[in-house]
Structure formats: C-alpha cells, structure tokens
C-alpha cells in the first residue's frame, strides 16, 4: 500500500474527531489530500475497502468548513458506495450513507438506501436483523463494537424501526470485552461514541451477571466516561502520555 494512501485512509476515519476538537487547518489539509487522492469511479485506489471511513470523514469536514468541494467528493464516494455494494453494507458504509443523507437532503436516495438496508434487506436476506447481529459474536469483541457501532448509529440516524436492536447489540458486545481482547480499552471507546449518540447513558447494567474480576461488576452506562478516563495515561514518564493505555491493566 502506497504511503500516500494509507495516510488518506487514516484522515478519513478521523476526520470527525479533529473537527470535534476545533483542528481546523488540520481539517483543510486533510481533506484536500483525500479530494487529490480520489479516483474517477468515486473511490481511492486501493482503499475501496475503506470508501465508507473516507467519505463520513469528507462529510464532517464539510460540515466543519463548509467547502463544497468536500461534499462533491463525499457524494462521488457515496455513488460508489452504492454501485458496489449491491444493498449490503458494511457499517461504516451505511453510516456514511447515512451522514450523507444528514447534509444531502435533495438526494432521497441515500436516506432511502440505508433504511431499506435496516428494516427490509438484513431482516429478509439475512436471515433476520437478531441472525446477522449474533455473525458477530463470532469475532473478537473489540473489532466487532467498531463495526457494531456503526450499524447503531447509521441505523438510528436513518430513522430504522430496528435501531434499538442494533443499540442493544452495542451493549451486550462491550460485556465481551476484557483483556483478552485486541483492542479492550478502544473497544470501549467506539461503543461509548456510538451508545452516547444512540440512547441515553443511564443506570443501565453493562453486564448484569458480572461478578468479582469482571471489568464490568457493577458498571452501568453511566459509568462508561469515567472509566475511559480512568484508562487515560497522564504519567509524563510513559511514552503514550496524553493518550489512553490499551489495556484495562495498562500493562504491554
């Protein structure tokens, strides 16, 4: 993979973050480098796996700049995003669709898109929207909340009749993760991003069978900022100062 384009794949993803923390030049560069970047057919070579990440990243960039251009280049991804999916998304292709549906509201057939993804094509194709939530139990649990995290707020921000069951999967997923987990104290992090936008953070259990060593004995949502915070490296000796740790021990 050529430099250039993984860094575009990166930006992409986090694009919305910078904006959120008012990185505003950061944005622009960004931004201009994923425009230079994209291809004909409305995707970036080698990175059409990623064309969902880059286009929800050019669409908060717009939404932080207001430069059209970044909306031109996020709805040629968008077209692409639908040409080559045949209705069956990956999260972060129906959340972009779905963002896109947010600041594109003369073009129906995003919104359109991403509900009949939710409400007819996973419940009917799928085998039913509850079958197609357990496939990914069957993966680690903390690259499974990305994916799931996603699907919980593209489906909620399209308005989906199945939004809470994608909600509760966000949920029932983060009791999976412990340790054991490639990426525990991330894993966490998206489940929070998408459970705060989602629904309330409440006195909701995480996991209400959790006992002793469990990271989640006693936790509800409640107390989910507090204990990414909790995981935050504020030790100026560590090398990850001003980051978080990526495991719930904070050891490796």
Request: aromatic letters at 12%.
């Amino acid at each position: 993979m050529r430099k250039s384009l993984f860094v575009a794949t990166c930006l992409g993803s986090f694009l919305f973050t910078l904006a959120a923390a008012g990185q505003l030049s950061t944005i622009v560069r960004s931004a201009d480098e994923l425009v230079a970047l994209q291809s004909a057919t409305g995707t970036w070579a080698g990175e059409e796996a990623y064309s969902g990440s880059i286009v929800a990243g050019l669409i908060s960039a717009y939404q932080a700049t207001d430069d059209n251009r970044y909306l031109q280049a996020a709805r040629a991804g968008g077209n692409y995003i639908l040409s080559s999916s045949g209705g069956n998304y990956y999260g972060d292709g129906a959340y972009a669709l779905a963002k896109l549906a947010q600041v594109d509201r003369d073009q129906p057939a995003w919104a359109t898109a991403v509900r009949t993804f939710y409400d007819s094509f996973v419940p009917t194709t799928a085998g039913g929207t509850s079958s197609y939530i357990q496939s990914f139990s069957s993966i680690d649990p903390s690259t499974a909340a990305v994916y799931l995290s996603q699907h919980a707020l593209a489906a909620s921000l399209a308005g989906s009749e199945n939004a809470p069951l994608w909600r509760q999967a966000v949920l029932t997923n983060l009791a999976r993760i412990n340790d054991d987990s490639y990426t525990p104290v991330g894993g966490v992090g998206v489940s929070l991003w998408a459970l705060a936008q989602t629904g309330p953070l409440d006195n909701t259990r995480i996991d209400a069978t959790a006992s002793g060593d469990s990271p989640w004995a006693d936790r509800t949502l409640a107390d989910l900022p507090s204990f990414m915070l909790s995981h935050f490296c504020d030790d100026q000796s560590q090398n990850g100062f001003g980051t978080f740790y990526w495991r719930f021990d904070h050891s490796g």
